[in-house]
């Protein structure tokens, strides 16, 4: 080693722990958790966890690569707030498909003080499924979101109102598509509507019949007791959708990234957000969403962006114990 070789150096094993236990907050299809973490002294490794694969809703692993890109950028923004700099190489072994990435440290002291913002907001940021009110500051907001999105070689279209019926019409589609397909129908009641547990998606984060019925565009789930939240509200949230150039396992990943900023920056702002993927899982759905594009781009995630007009914020969805998802390999 010469004076100006760098020194190889990493985080302590307490700010891995910090940074991969809060990436946990990230959102998942179903709240699946599908990623594992392997820390090996000096790096930080991803994977994909293939029997959290849901084969009914994701048969191409697509949205568990989203799932596990939005977790990894959250560990990176929050090991940035902890002084490190990340360098990520994704895909680093192409015979292994579920090692999505390996990262590199680097002592960082001064990164960009929007990621301070965007790490304070994991622990607030949830999935509201609820009706929700125009989001304020808009204009604005999309010119930062797009920003955020564009080094992940992906894009960010703001659907006007007036196509609105057609994405709602499409929705139900969507929707009517698995109504009877039974396999799809156990695999979401068995993610979703249960309590005291460490996965899925708990009562208190879904929609009632009466509450979903003024949300023209949203994934249905099994519907859980009556309740009356945000009564007077009809959902008028803005819709975006993230698009990327190809499909591939790089961009599903780089997908779910650009979905973790945004998500951030919006909870950050003050608002409230939902990614939707139940229209983009199946092919008649992407192309219709396609249509509606002004570029030919492949349509992955929809997101709901809005205010919510009774500033509560729900229990936080349940996430699985660090022993789970993490290990230490020397």
């Known amino acids: 080693m010469t004076a100006s070789d760098p020194i190889t150096t990493a985080p302590d094993i307490r700010t891995i722990e910090t ?29 994909s966890d293939p029997d959290r694969r849901l084969l009914a809703a994701d048969p191409r692993g697509r949205q568990q690569f989203i799932g596990c890109g939005a977790a990894l950028h959250h560990a990176r923004t929050v090991f940035a707030t902890l002084g490190w700099h990340t360098d990520t190489i994704r895909l680093p072994d192409t015979s292994r498909m579920d090692h999505l990435a390996e990262i590199d440290f680097r002592p960082w002291s001064d990164p960009p003080p929007g990621i301070a913002r965007r790490a304070a907001a994991i622990e607030c940021r949830h999935s509201d499924r609820l009706p929700m009110l125009p989001p304020t500051a808009w204009t604005d907001l999309v010119h930062a ?24 019409a499409v929705s139900e589609r969507a929707a009517a598509a698995r109504r009877y397909d039974m396999f799809y129908q ?10 005291g547990t460490s996965e899925g998606v708990p009562p208190t984060a879904l929609a009632s ?33 993230l698009s990327s150039y190809e499909d591939s ?9 650009a979905l973790s900023a945004v998500l951030l920056e919006c909870t950050a702002a003050g608002l409230a957000t939902c990614p939707l993927t139940h229209i983009t899982e199946l ?43 993490f290990e230490i390999r020397h």
Do not use: C, K
């Not at 809060?22 to 299809?29: D, I, K, Q, V, Y």
């Not at 396992?249 to 990234?257: A, C």
């Open 19 to 47: 940074a991969v236990r809060r990436a946990a907050r990230a959102p998942s299809l179903h709240n699946s958790q599908p990623w594992h973490w392997i820390f090996d002294g000096f790096l930080l490794h991803l994977y």
């Open 186 to 195: 156990q695999e979401i009641r068995w993610w979703s509507g249960h309590s």
């Open 209 to 241: 019949d009466a509450e979903f019925a003024r949300v023209d565009v949203g994934r249905s789930f099994p519907r859980p007791s009556h309740s009356e939240r945000r009564a007077e509200v009809r959902d008028r949230s803005a819709l975006v959708v």
């Open 145 to 168: 979101l797009r920003g955020l999105v564009t080094p992940h070689d992906l894009t960010l279209d703001v659907l006007p109102d007036e196509i609105r019926p057609q994405l709602a």
């Open 249 to 257: 396992i790089t961009q599903w990943l780089r997908t779910g990234e």
């Open 283 to 325: 092919p008649a759905g992407r192309q219709t969403v396609a249509a509606m594009l002004p570029h030919q781009a492949s349509p992955q995630v929809i997101v709901r962006i809005g205010t919510a007009p009774d500033g509560e914020q729900p229990p936080p969805t349940p996430r699985r114990p660090l022993d789970e998802i």
